[in-house]
């Protein structure tokens, strides 16, 4: 990509492209913060990176100037296509610019392996996103996205923690999961509230079928759905008291104190 692109400033002026709270906007301009966050997905030459929500283009430009072998841009505001349709024309090919709902997409469909996703998620449709994308983890090499920073904890959080809960679970059951940059709200324009982090997600070599994620999703949402609640009390719908003592878990336990591996051994009993 050349050096000579303009301001990305400008190129919000041009278009207009105030960030819009609706769609959860808030835009990255700094070069060397968006660079960092794309080496976080790791050497990335032959790889097709799949982005989402590219705003005016900043990480754009950090992902055309590593050495991905394509890029595919899905933005939903027109204002942003326009602005990224810009460095389409600049870059050829190699970049790609669909004017669509990432929510309505299968993004799997969208690239060759190996394939990647790589993000600054709308902050309105993130979690939602992510469970799509985990339903099909299998069909990434890895996901880095960012999120809002309590969000990121959630992911990545412990059992028998205060954060660790449903979102937990369902990443880290399907993908090894990292935090890997905190960014304060000042790097945004305009700064949110928070702050926000970057996760890093590996896929497990073996993937639940959908049948099983399908489950895993009935029993997440289930058993941290009340979350002072016994296991006994909580998984009621679901078998209760025997299907935990199948599973060799005290029923007396609270969700948040199980482990993925328990979660798995419980799940495996539904289907």
Not at 215 to 220: I, Q, S
């Amino acid at each position: 990509m050349s050096d000579r692109a303009p301001p990305l400033r400008e190129v919000i002026a041009r278009h207009g492209l105030d960030a819009r709270k609706k769609l959860g906007q808030h835009f990255l301009l700094d070069a060397n913060l968006t660079g960092r966050i794309v080496r976080q997905a790791g050497p990335l030459a032959g790889r097709h990176v799949i982005e989402v929500g590219p705003g005016p283009g900043g990480l754009t430009r950090a992902l055309l100037a590593s050495e991905a072998a394509s890029v595919t841009a899905i933005e939903l505001d027109p204002r942003a296509v326009a602005a990224i349709r810009e460095l389409e024309a600049e870059v050829g090919e190699r970049l790609r610019v669909l004017e669509a709902d990432a929510m309505r997409l299968d993004l799997a469909t969208l690239a060759e392996p190996p394939r990647q996703i790589v993000a600054n998620l709308p902050y309105n449709v993130a979690t939602p996103l992510l469970i799509g994308w985990l339903r099909q983890a299998a069909s990434f090499e890895r996901m880095t996205l960012m999120f809002q920073q309590e969000v990121a904890e959630r992911i990545c959080a412990a059992p028998d923690t205060s954060a660790y809960g449903r979102l937990s679970v369902l990443a880290q059951w399907v993908c090894t999961v990292d935090l890997k940059l905190r960014i304060p709200p000042a790097a945004f324009v305009p700064p949110p509230k928070v702050w926000s982090a970057v996760v890093g997600f590996v896929p497990h070599s073996a993937q639940p079928d959908p049948a099983l994620f399908s489950a895993m999703e009935r029993l997440t949402a289930a058993a941290f759905g009340q979350r002072r609640k016994m296991l006994r009390g909580a998984l009621k719908p679901l078998g209760g008291e025997t299907l935990l003592a199948r599973a060799g878990i005290d029923a007396e336990r609270r969700a948040e104190t199980l482990s993925i591996a328990e979660f798995d051994r419980l799940v495996r009993l539904l289907v």
